[in-house]
């Protein structure tokens, strides 16, 4: 046994478990112990494999032990259902092997409507949730009964909701718990987090950072991480290093078990069938992403749990926290885009703190691989990308406010000091919560005519709500998470696959084929709300999905300027790559880091225009479309547009001589809101807070919206509130969002801040070797078919040829 506190001294049956496995409690694992006995709020960063979870259970396994009870003790929340599954998988097996009596459950929106009845009747000793199923238990007026005893909220993963809307819903609740059970003592655990302070203080009640103990855990062993570079060079375009397949399969085939990250779920369909054309062996491989039916994920999670895979290609649907023992080597295909994510996805591999990590990255093209060498860099240092906390969201309050209303009626000037103890909301004024009230109440002066948005009613300083119907339309409808449009994917037996967006579906016509769940199928009927299909044993396409791309992060953005303008750094890359960014420094030029490099070049009777600007592809997008306005006025004759992480391209009938003019900061105030009022930008925001701040209801009893009824819906009444109501509260909080999550406006403003100051232009006579990735993108953006990569890579060749001729 590790030497310890005499306070932190283990019950005689956790220590003999410990003993029994060869194991000693970690120093951090025995801090954790301390704090809860002292009953202190508390935040553990530590390496995945060093027990975090077992950390942050073992005081309430301590308690329970010591103090048997009945009730709810402890909260868990976590940011996917995999991982409160596979939590509850993990901890049932300590408690077992001590003979403890002690009950754990899940409840996500998988759980059957049956057992959610009875746990809220009799809740288990610990129970495993999401924000989203904790908000709705907190609409219940059995809320008061069932957390009156509540004694530990373990927060896991904190990084990945924190900063989002999930986490605005998360700090309210918390909120609202700790008026319901006041000695409740919070903890939040992470691997990867940049700022502990920031997340002590979101973790707070009140915000007070110095309730909140900060324990470290100890460093683990430096990870394996390697660059797979193809037999040949680094591609020129592309990516998402498709064509690195067999090279993947041999790391699958010289491995226990593999996981195979991908950074879309279309990519993740293309991998997997890659790989299956290059399994010669046969190997069992799956596939796991979030569109997938509930059970297929359950039956690929099992199937790893049990070591009867040897490879499975995955999103974001597992990269946190998932404690598989036997994954011995995890493969990113593409670039990370953040070093904190990368690290998050390599501590996947052999889940022990003690061995290293294995790793590969695969560059999809030759700025991948810059990034990729950029983010292998930031690991070795161990920095982390910095998350960015902004006031908490007013459309997700008003969901809140609605469950706290369901629950009970309340007093408004009690519910506004409850509010404001959670952190995003303590700036909160009762001018702007009143706003909240009254939308809620009435929908707003445009709407407030029509009852179907009355849900509150004032009685003296008492809110309650309306009719009972409403409270059933809140438990229906309320979530932060609000996908697109889906069709479910069905055999005609019932069997489901998994969904596709309703746009993708609009495009298929009877006997198309497309690739899901890793199966060729084949369309026999659409219905409303549902895709018929077969399997096939055709080629197929494969299903796009909207939404925003991930952006390179900022850190790693800096670092792969650096890379590119140290050329003491480049004797570590592959010739190749050497050569490339050689050739770019004889025929134009390397940018400094801080300096914006603008290219022009004529082409195939076009005028091309290059910006090496590196602030992501969602800031490149909003760029492109405000730059080829400005073009418009000044009688350029754009054609069109690409962008990339690291650069936009526009081409023109015209050429750029001054490209100064077309990057004044003024662009943000003039051009950007005409853009996002004319384009569906707005609309899709907007969509999205009505659905959250229950303007718009998704389900109705018995029966689901189609996305199109959505869609409609949401369309008539932002037009309403456009002409009549342009301050109307959701419209504020649909331009915040447009605003930040949609055009990342802030990486926007300081880009067009600098761009005068720091603009380098080269004007030359074709094209240079640095712009070959991003020309390549013309026409082929959208494109999503097994003979894209080729394509390209023969166009690029024709391209690179040229940009790399020395005269």
Not at 239 to 244: L, P, Q
Not at 685 to 697: C, K, T
Request: aromatic share 6%; charged share 25%; proline share 5%.
């Amino acid at each position: 046994m590790a030497a310890m506190a005499a306070d932190s001294q283990l019950p005689d049956v956790l220590t003999r478990w410990f003993t029994a496995k060869g194991w000693s409690p970690r120093r951090h694992q025995l801090e954790m112990l301390d704090a809860a006995r002292a009953g202190a709020h508390t935040l553990l960063v530590a390496p995945t494999g060093s027990g975090k979870t077992l950390a942050g259970f073992m005081p309430t396994l301590v308690e329970l032990i010591e103090t048997p009870r009945e009730g709810l003790h402890t909260l868990y929340i976590s940011p996917l259902k995999a991982l409160a599954v596979d939590v509850r998988r993990n901890l049932l097996t300590p408690i077992d092997e001590m003979g403890l009596d002690i009950s754990v459950e899940t409840r996500t929106g998988d759980t059957p409507s049956d057992r959610r009845k009875r746990q809220r009747e009799r809740p288990p000793h610990i129970l495993l949730t999401t924000p989203e199923s904790l908000s709705l238990l907190l609409s219940y007026p059995d809320s008061f009964t069932m957390f009156a005893g509540l004694s530990t909220v373990v927060i896991d993963e904190v990084h990945a909701f924190a900063t989002g809307k999930r986490g605005d819903l998360l700090s309210l609740c918390l909120a609202r718990l700790q008026r319901i059970a006041p000695a409740l003592r919070r903890v939040a655990l992470s691997a990867t987090v940049a700022d502990p302070d920031a997340y002590r203080a979101w973790l707070a009640p009140d915000g007070d950072i110095d309730a909140v103990t900060k324990v470290q855990g100890d460093p683990g062993a430096e990870p394996d991480i390697a660059i797979l570079l193809p037999e040949g060079r680094v591609p020129w375009a592309g990516h998402s290093g498709r064509y690195a397949a067999a090279q993947v399969m041999a790391e699958i085939e010289t491995h226990r078990t593999t996981l195979i990250f991908c950074n879309t779920r279309s990519l993740a369909e293309l991998i997997f069938q890659d790989l299956w054309k290059a399994n010669e062996a046969k190997l069992p491989i799956g596939i796991h992403h979030g569109s997938l039916d509930t059970e297929a994920r359950r039956k690929a999670e099992a199937a790893m749990a049990d070591g009867r895979l040897r490879g499975l290609v995955a999103t974001a649907s597992l990269d946190l926290g998932v404690d598989w023992g036997d994954v011995d080597c995890v493969v990113q295909m593409g670039a990370p885009k953040g070093s904190s994510r990368l690290l998050q996805r390599i501590g996947r591999a052999n889940h022990r703190l003690d061995e290293p990590s294995e790793a590969v990255i695969v560059p999809g093209n030759r700025f991948e691989y810059l990034e990729a060498q950029a983010a292998l860099d930031a690991v070795e240092v161990s920095e982390l990308d910095h998350e960015v906390f902004r006031p908490g969201a007013l459309d997700v309050l008003a969901q809140h406010v609605m469950a706290c209303a369901c629950a009970a009626p309340f007093d408004e000037a009690a519910m506004l000091a409850e509010v404001q103890g959670a952190l995003p909301y303590s700036a909160l004024d009762a001018g702007t919560f009143a706003r909240v009230l009254d939308f809620i109440a009435t929908g707003g002066y445009a709407l407030k005519a029509y009852d179907r948005f009355k849900r509150l009613t004032k009685d003296g300083a008492v809110w309650r709500v309306s009719h009972p119907r409403f409270v059933q339309q809140h438990r229906l409808n309320a979530g932060i998470i609000v996908e697109a449009a889906m069709l479910t994917v069905r055999f005609r037996n019932g069997r489901r696959l998994g969904k596709v967006e309703e746009g993708f579906a609009a495009s298929l016509t009877k006997g198309d084929t497309f690739f899901f769940s890793g199966l060729s199928v084949e369309v026999e009927k659409i219905e409303t709300e549902d895709l018929i299909v077969r399997a096939s044993s055709r080629p197929a396409r494969i299903p796009t999905y909207g939404g925003a791309r991930m952006p390179i992060s900022t850190n790693l953005a800096d670092r792969v300027r650096t890379l590119m303008h140290d050329e003491g750094e480049w004797t570590r890359f592959p010739d190749d790559v050497r050569e490339w960014l050689e050739m770019q420094r004889r025929r134009s030029v390397l940018p400094a880091p801080g300096q914006l490099l603008v290219e022009t070049f004529p082409r195939d009777k076009r005028h091309y225009m290059v910006v090496y600007s590196f602030e992501g592809w969602n800031a490149h997008q909003s760029l492109g479309m405000l730059v080829t306005k400005r073009m418009e006025t000044q009688g350029l004759q754009p054609i069109g547009f690409v962008a990339s992480d690291y650069a936009i391209a526009t081409y023109s009938l015209k050429p750029v001589t001054d490209p100064r003019s077309l990057f004044p900061p003024d662009i943000l105030t003039h051009e950007f809101v005409d853009w996002v009022q004319s384009s569906s930008l707005l609309k899709r925001a907007f969509r999205e807070v009505a659905v959250i701040g229950g303007l718009v209801e998704r389900q109705h009893p018995g029966k689901r919206k189609t996305g199109k009824q959505v869609t409609f819906s949401t369309d008539l009444i932002y037009d309403v509130l456009r002409r009549y109501e342009p301050d109307h509260l959701l419209m504020k909080a649909a331009w915040a969002d447009a605003r930040a999550r949609m055009t990342d406006v802030g990486r926007l403003a300081n880009l067009l801040d600098r761009a005068g100051e720091t603009m380098v232009h080269a004007d030359l006579p074709r094209v240079s070797p640095l712009a070959v990735p991003v020309l390549v993108l013309i026409g082929r953006e959208r494109v999503a078919t097994g003979t894209v990569d080729d394509e390209l890579l023969i166009e690029a060749e024709g391209l690179a040829a040229e940009a790399m001729r020395e005269d």
